[in-house]
């Protein structure tokens, strides 16, 4: 595979501003008898340098402990060898001797033709990855270790076709992997480092940064007309470059706070899927060899001030049960846990144990989160008058 030279960018002076930044910040834990004066700033030193070296020490520790659990993702097909040769349009026999090159193909050979990142979840080699890194149903993967020497073929065990998620398997025991934290604590401004094979040339490159942003919702796309809307992610300014995908972010600790999946074309502007809705994911093909998740059995779509007006609806908020365009694509499917809880077409769910539908919560989202053979309850609107039902979530399984 022919490989494209990275084009790399002297950026000056950025070590001397994160530097500044750290120890204004280290000033602001100082107690007054500790603040600045020249009878005290070798006190002042000592402890901005301890600070400052307690959190690079940290971040070291942590790409240590990370390094040998994050993996390249090769990508190979078989693809046509082309041939050229030439030929007269207007016939062999023609007394013009007119050449036109032309190209056809002379049998397959298999080439590398993409790839991404991935970490190791498991000691017997179960590996998170994103779902747009292992699409392709026709391709082979190949798994590579952080020695760039090591390398096994990677079994696709699981696709999520909701959230950008994919779980591959390799044949190895005794592997060293992450564990996942509790990404529904998270707050704005701690520390996110993201690890990954940017270009898909530096293999286990580091970035650090912060959690910019919780909770976003982005519409990502492959650059080949494919898109999908993700709910729920992690902002962060911690630098994610194509190749990063798949790869983990992780906090100060070590530990997974989500999975890189998109960048904006703004600068410093990275997106990754919460550790949470991973790990569900996870434990449940570990457990059962597949994605099982709760099913509601409904379509729908959200209600927004444009549809209110334009259908006269007394709300601006929930979520409206609707066919869809196809005559098999009804509102409600039979005998789901919707239908055997009364709700039909033209209701509208307002709430989902008690929390409102509206632009911070979606319906999807909030259900994804449930576990098959919980039960809801839901406050609907039904022909004007609202009602509450409670609907017990059934397994919707996706190989």
């Known amino acids: 595979m022919e490989k494209n030279y990275a084009k790399v960018v002297l950026t000056g002076a950025v070590s001397g501003g994160v530097t500044a930044l750290i120890i204004v910040g280290s000033f602001v834990g100082l107690s007054p008898s500790a603040q600045y004066s020249p009878a005290n700033s070798d006190v002042n030193s000592k402890s901005v340098v301890q600070n400052v070296t307690s959190q690079e020490q940290l971040i070291i520790d942590t790409v240590k402990k990370a390094k040998d659990s994050t993996v390249s993702i090769v990508i190979s097909k078989d693809v046509p060898i082309l041939e050229k040769y030439f030929s007269n349009p207007f016939g ?147 630098a994610i470059n194509p190749g990063n995908s798949g790869g983990p972010l992780l906090d100060i600790h070590g530990n997974i706070i989500g999975v890189n999946v998109a960048v904006a074309s703004a600068e410093n502007i990275g997106f990754s899927l919460p550790a949470n809705t991973v790990k569900s994911i996870f434990d449940s093909v570990q457990k059962t060899g597949k994605i099982v998740r709760p099913f509601l059995g409904i379509r729908f779509i959200p209600i927004t001030k444009a549809i209110k007006e334009t259908n006269s609806l007394s709300v601006d908020y929930g979520v409206l049960v609707l066919r869809g365009e196809k005559p098999e694509e009804l509102a409600v499917v039979p005998g789901s846990p919707a239908d055997k809880a009364g709700i039909t077409e033209n209701d509208i769910i307002l709430e989902v144990d008690g929390v409102k539908l509206d632009d911070n919560v979606s319906l999807p989202n909030f259900i994804a989160k449930k576990n098959v053979g919980d039960s809801v309850e839901m406050k609907v609107l039904h022909k004007g008058e609202e009602k509450t039902v409670t609907v017990k979530l059934e397994e919707k399984s996706d190989k």
Do not use: W
């Open 92 to 238: 062999e026999s023609s007394p013009l001797n007119f050449q036109i090159p032309q190209y056809r193909q002379n049998g397959t050979e298999k080439k590398e033709v993409g790839g991404g990142s991935g970490f190791i979840v498991s000691e017997d080699g179960y590996i998170i990855t994103n779902r747009h890194v292992v699409s392709d149903e026709t391709a082979e993967y190949t798994v590579i270790m952080n020695d760039a020497a090591t390398k096994y073929d990677a079994k696709v065990i699981a696709r999520d076709p909701l959230n950008d998620i994919a779980v591959i398997k390799i044949e190895e025991k005794g592997l060293p992997f992450l564990s996942f934290a509790d990404s529904d604590i998270l707050q704005v401004g701690q520390t996110a480092i993201a690890i990954g094979s940017p270009l898909l040339e530096f293999k286990n490159s580091v970035s650090v940064g912060v959690v910019s942003g919780l909770s976003r919702k982005i519409t990502a796309g492959d650059g080949r007309g494919m898109s999908e809307k993700l709910e729920g992610v992690i902002q962060t300014d911690a």
